[in-house]
């Protein structure tokens, strides 16, 4: 049975609002508060599944009452309506929208619009749910798995004939862990698609609906990558690098703006190579490093040039130089370029890519301060 609670001081409203769904969603309980704080126990106890909350209220009101309640683990996935009298300046609405609300409803409102928005809330709390669901039985799997693969390499890796069939076994558990992935995946897949197909405007569902394509091209990249572990030939295409390096930065924008980084792209209109597009994982690296790490020169620029037949794409930061002793290192498994920060693992996959298209990554010094690395690649 749906669960909803209305936090409102006037008595009125509250009456009414308990009417119009004891005569249209009879099978709905609704509670009533009539304070915000009176609100904020309420919820602690019922754990409604939808809040209708009044904005002006005396001592606290509907916005301190959503900023307490999302502060809150349990609380996070609990949609709130928030109710107003009057309208609100675009400034205010956005603020109630950051503050965790998910909706607006103006006084007086119609009945129909009233239910139209509940019923909409509840949708999408239960695909939120199943998504949620869907996450956390994939990441035991993971988890089970993950155990399962570092028993077994622990077991074999004392000889090499152990490290051998280690090799073997590492590919049949990815694949395994591939297939496990993909199963749960497309029940999200298609749990999205219906939300957003219903709800075209949603936003929430829109990030769903394109956040799990994203995540089955994850899935897809993590194959090449086993290929390009075990030492396996992959499948190259032509790839517009130019393209590529553009959608990589468009995917880190906000990272970067956040970090106070400005882009400078010096790229031809085109860079086509042949290549397996798992080699966005170069660029993904390359960035998401600067980022971590040299956030200080607040400057990154991309350009490229041509050498002996090759096509050669440097990122280069204005932080902290890394000390030119490291070089040869900084692609190794378990270097860290700032101790205790990550696994080191980045940097050293993006080896293995590159060495699967017959490329050369490396790390160089910068001028006046700063680094750059790059990828050089047969045309």
């Known amino acids: 049975m749906p ?11 509250l009456l009414s609002i308990k009417e119009v769904f004891g005569t249209f969603k009879p099978d709905y309980e609704v509670l009533t508060a009539k304070s915000g704080k009176e609100g904020i126990k309420l919820a602690e106890i019922a754990k409604p599944d939808v809040i209708l909350l009044d904005i002006v209220m005396p001592k606290v ?3 301190e009452v959503c900023r307490q309640l999302k502060q809150g683990e349990e609380f996070k996935h609990i949609l709130i309506i928030f109710l107003t009298g009057h309208k609100l300046e675009m400034q205010d609405r956005i603020n109630g929208l950051d503050l965790g609300g998910d909706a607006y409803l103006t006084k007086p409102f119609d009945s129909g619009e009233l239910i139209a928005q509940v019923d909409a809330m509840l949708r999408i709390k239960k695909a939120e749910d199943e998504l949620r669901f869907e996450k956390e039985s994939l990441e035991r799997k993971v988890i089970e798995r993950t155990k399962d693969l570092d028993i077994v390499i622990n077991n074999l890796k004392d000889s090499r004939e152990a490290l051998h ?19 749960p995946v497309g029940s999200i897949i298609m749990l999205a698609n219906v939300a957003y197909e219903d709800n075209p405007e949603n936003e929430i569902f829109k990030y769903i609906h394109e956040s799990s394509a994203t995540l089955l091209n994850v899935i897809d990249h993590v194959t090449v990558l086993a290929q390009v572990a075990i030492g396996d030939k992959i499948v190259k295409e032509e790839i517009d690098l130019v393209k590529m390096i553009k959608l990589v930065v468009g995917e880190f924008s906000p990272r970067l703006e956040s970090s106070g980084i400005a882009v400078q792209i010096d790229l031809p209109e085109v860079l086509v190579i042949n290549a397996n597009k798992i080699i966005i994982e170069v660029f993904r690296n390359f960035i998401s ?12 620029i991309i350009d490229s040039e041509k050498k002996n037949g090759n096509i050669i794409v440097n990122f280069k930061d204005y932080g902290k130089s890394i ?5 040869s290192k900084i692609f190794t498994r378990q270097y860290q370029i700032e101790k205790g920060r990550g696994r080191g693992l980045g940097l050293a996959i993006v080896k293995r ?3 699967a298209h017959n490329a050369e990554v490396g790390v160089k010094a910068n001028e006046p301060t700063g680094n750059i690395f790059y990828i050089e690649i047969p045309i």
């Open 165 to 183: 069939d280690s090799n073997q076994l590492k590919e049949l558990l990815l694949d395994v862990l591939t297939h496990d992935l993909k199963n």
């Open 289 to 300: 490093n600067i980022i971590k790490y040299a956030k200080t020169g607040k400057k990154l």
């Open 3 to 13: 669960k909803i609670l209305v936090i409102d001081n006037d008595e009125e409203i």
């Open 353 to 355: 890519i590159a060495e």
């Open 323 to 327: 000390n030119k002793d490291d070089y």
């Open 61 to 63: 009101d509907g916005y």
